[in-house]
T-cell receptor, first 109, second 113 residues
Framework: AQRVTQPEKLLSVFKGAPVELKCNYSYSGSPELFWYVQYSRQRLQLLLRHISRESIKGFTADLNKGETSFHLKKPFAQEEDSAMYYCALRRSGYSTLTFGKGTMLLVSP | EPEVTQTPSHQVTQMGQEVILRCVPI?????FYWYRQILGQKVEFLVSFYNNEISEKSEIFDDQFSVERPDGSNFTLKIRSTKLEDSAMYFC???????????FGPGTRLTVT
């Protein structure tokens, strides 16, 4: 069965510091990986997906199949980045998502 | 921008009672989903629905649960006889089936007492 692991429950950084939110997965097939974000009192929304290879709000994530990782990075954190971040996996041939437990990012001034 | 809506935002019910959670997916979307998140735990998939039938369901989605699309807009999750452990936030989501970008509703917090 597939699994998504986010080892950090909470990541606390100062504004301007680099951020890396870790995500590892296990899946025997070829997955599609996503990062979803939930800001305070807002709904879950897609931040980025590995196949689009784009940068959203300064965040990037690269799929590393050798390390089965999809870490989310931003070189300079902003206070407005404070939110809950979820890594999610879609199995090939299926539409449903398997989520990790999430990491709360707190960016202090 | 179109959004997935869910009602009610909070539902309190007694153990053993039936509840129906309602969702209105985005109008041109074809795939519909229910997920749940027990407090402090991860978001878990319950069921997906396409072309008026269940396309996939998880182990959690047992005989106590059912889904329906009674008309062209609503998508409902029914829990026949609620248990204390059904207390959770229930999220509805939808997507077009082309991009697999799922759009989530704001959730319904279900509290079973």
């Amino acid at each position: 069965a597939q699994r998504v692991t986010q080892p950090e429950k909470l990541l606390s950084v100062f504004k301007g510091a680099p951020v890396e939110l870790k995500c590892n997965y296990s899946y025997s097939g070829s997955p599609e990986l996503f990062w979803y974000v939930q800001y305070s009192r807002q709904r879950l929304q897609l931040l980025l997906r590995h196949i689009s290879r784009e940068s959203i709000k300064g965040f990037t994530a690269d799929l590393n199949k050798g390390e089965t990782s999809f870490h989310l990075k931003k070189p300079f954190a902003q206070e407005e980045d404070s939110a809950m971040y979820y890594c999610a996996l879609r199995r090939s041939g299926y539409s449903t998502l398997t989520f990790g437990k999430g990491t709360m990012l707190l960016v202090s001034p | 921008e179109p959004e997935v809506t869910q009602t009610p935002s909070h539902q309190v019910t007694q153990m053993g009672q039936e509840v129906i959670l309602r969702c209105v997916p985005i109008s041109n979307h074809l795939y519909f989903y229910w997920y749940r998140q027990i407090l402090g735990q991860k978001v878990e998939f319950l069921v997906s629905f396409y072309n008026n039938e269940i396309s996939e369901k998880s182990e959690i989605f047992d005989d106590q649960f059912s889904v329906e699309r009674p008309d062209g807009s609503n998508f409902t999750l029914k829990i026949r006889s609620t248990k204390l452990e059904d207390s959770a936030m229930y999220f509805c989501a939808s997507d077009t089936g082309r991009s697999y970008e799922q759009y989530f509703g704001p959730g319904t917090r279900l509290t079973v007492t």
